[in-house]
Structure formats: C-alpha cells, structure tokens
C-alpha cells in the first residue's frame, strides 16, 4: 500500500522560509528512484497547482510562480521528498500535498498547511 506523508507545514513570516518532507512507504526502492515524484499546493477557492517535481526523466519542473525561490530535492535512500521554500510570500499560502505517479496509478499525500503572514 503506498502511502506519501508530508510534514513541516506552518505559520512563516513573508520573506521567510519554511521546509516540506515527504516521506513515502509501500514503493519498492527502485520504484521510487525513478518515480515522477513532486509537490502540488491548492489555495482556498483555487484549483490544485503543481509547484516543483522530478518527472520519470530525472528533470525538474518548476511553476513560474516558484522559480528562483522553491528547490526540491529528494533522498533516495530515505524514500524522501523536500521542498525547500524560501523567500515565501502571502500568495504561497496553500495546503501543499506530496505526489507520486506509478505504473499503479497517482498516489497523494493528506497535506501540509502553510500559511505566509504579511
């Protein structure tokens, strides 16, 4: 059963920084080196938005909104996502969850909050 838990979530001033965990269970380790694995965040009254990933490739993708500010990074061996957020403004306020996409599907994690205060 594969299961994606974030942690790290919290109140951060603007111009702050703040750093998510994603830790996944239940995928074979070689699986998950080569996994599309990343962090998508949805606002109130918004739709989902992706914010950074590795796609199956070994790429990253940033959104637009993120580059220059978010990193993400991950940790093979631990079975772990991080996204490292700097710089982060009001408009970064969002329930940020943790994704994988696997040959059985799309698995998501249950969110993390985080709320920038200006």
């Known amino acids: 059963q594969v299961q994606l838990v974030e942690s790290g979530g919290g109140l951060v001033q603007a111009g702050g920084s703040l750093r998510l965990s994603c830790v996944a269970s239940g995928i074979p380790g070689i699986m998950f080196r080569i996994a599309a694995i990343g962090w998508y965040r949805q606002a109130p009254g918004k739709q989902r938005e992706l914010v950074a990933e590795f796609t199956s490739g070994g790429t990253t993708n940033y959104a637009d909104a993120v580059k220059g500010r978010f990193a993400i990074s991950r940790d093979n061996a631990k079975k772990m996502v991080y996204l490292q957020m700097n710089s982060v403004k009001p408009e970064d306020t969002a329930v940020y969850y943790c994704?994988?996409?696997?040959?059985?599907?799309?698995?998501w994690g249950q969110g993390t909050q985080v709320t920038v205060s200006s």
């Open positions: 994704n994988t996409r696997l040959p059985t599907g799309s698995y």
